[in-house]
Structures are given as C-alpha cells and as structure tokens.
C-alpha cells in the first residue's frame, strides 16, 4: 500500500510540473485603415516576449499646389 501511495504521489507531481512548462505562442495579422492608406500589421508573442510591426509605406506627392 506504500508503495501504491508514492508512485502515485510521484506520477501527480511530474504532471503538474510538465504542465507548467508549456509554451503558448501567438500571431496575429492586422488590416489596417488609416484614412486612404491600407496597412498590415502583425503581432507576435509568446509567454516572455513581444514584437509588434508593421509594413513600411512610403508616400510622396511631387504635385506643385
């Protein structure tokens, strides 16, 4: 019955610490609006880190007013 006991006590333990150290990551993928200009951001993630960017739009306007 002892040994019943620990080896149960043992198998509850190493589930619950393996299922601590599971790692969860996100993507996420943004259409953007900023009045006339249609952008795409993006968001990446993880338990630790984070990066958010976004594409780079260039504008020019050589229109004489």
């Not at 006991?5 to 509850?12: G, M, N, P």
């Not at 795409?40 to 338990?47: F, H, K, N, Q, R």
Request: charged residues 15%; proline residues 0%; negative net charge.
């Amino acid at each position: 019955m002892k040994y019943i006991f620990c080896l149960l006590i043992i198998i509850f333990s190493v589930n619950a610490f393996s299922g601590q150290n599971k790692t969860l990551k996100i993507y996420v993928e943004y259409a953007v609006m900023k009045g006339s200009i249609n952008t795409v951001e993006y968001l990446i993630a993880d338990a630790n880190n984070a990066l958010y960017t976004t594409e780079i739009v260039e504008i020019t306007n050589n229109e004489i007013i």
